[in-house]
């Protein structure tokens, strides 16, 4: 059934509003939901279940109007908003007009690692959203197993996170735990190997050996100051990407790409 926009939502109905609020990792703490943003997203969102709202402006529902259709198909509510309401929600720059209210998708560590994971991505003291989104999607993409945030990190349902995994956090599975000594402890106790990136490892990631062809844990570090040397020396492997032109250094989530890509190869052949 098409939607009805002749009274839409503004930004001042109390859905909207509450809405809003998932911006802010109060308000998600709040009511046990985050708000997902975009096509590739929401779309996500929709087709896994997570999705319990959609809001969405009028040219987002011609757009998009797949999306709209599955939402009915899956009982989601759906609501029309303006487009200023669709500012008010928006984190990004540029609305797409569309958004959907989620359950919390967040695994513990323990459930991911019942399942006997061969390859997982351990994102520890990451701060950046871009970052920690790729990391995710990147690793959605080479067939990880799952990824886990250890530490002080981002929170991988806010929306500059969500955005950035383009639909991945609805795809693989994401936990969270702010201890990061109990995380590498479970990973060893679950039998994985943990690999540490940094500048000078004793592995040289260009010729590995047998060492990527096991259960194998990578931790990723912040994007100032990398690894702390307790983590670094917690882990089995201390690995480096060899740089031949003159960059200093790679980005996070380039160096997680390199590394999660030569695993799944190792996993695979």
Known sequence: MPLDFTEPFTERTPRVVNAAKLKRAAGR??????????????EAAVATGAA???FVTEEAAERFEEIVRAAGYMDVYTHAITDKAADHLADAVTSTGIFAVCRPVLWTVP????????????CVETND??????????????????????????DPESPKVVRSTAGSLFHIPVARDRDVRRVIGQLGASGLSTFATTMSGDLNLASPGDALQ?????????????????????????????????????????????CLWESSKALTE
Do not use: C, M
Request: charged share 20%.
């Open 52 to 54: 319990t709202d959609l």
């Open 29 to 42: 703490k709040k009511a046990k939901a985050f708000l997902a943003e975009g096509e590739n997203a929401v």
């Open 129 to 154: 959203p871009g970052n920690a989104g790729t990391i995710i999607r990147i690793a959605d993409a080479v067939g990880a197993d799952a990824v886990i945030f250890a530490g002080d990190t981002v």
């Open 111 to 122: 459930a991911i690692l019942k399942g006997r994971p061969r390859l997982v991505a351990v």
């Open 214 to 258: 096991q259960p194998t844990a990578w931790l990723f570090g912040n994007e100032a100051h990398g690894l702390d040397p307790d983590v670094l020396d917690a882990a089995d492997y201390r690995v480096s990407i060899p740089i031949h032109g003159s960059a200093e250094s790679l980005n996070l989530a380039t160096a997680a790409a390199i």
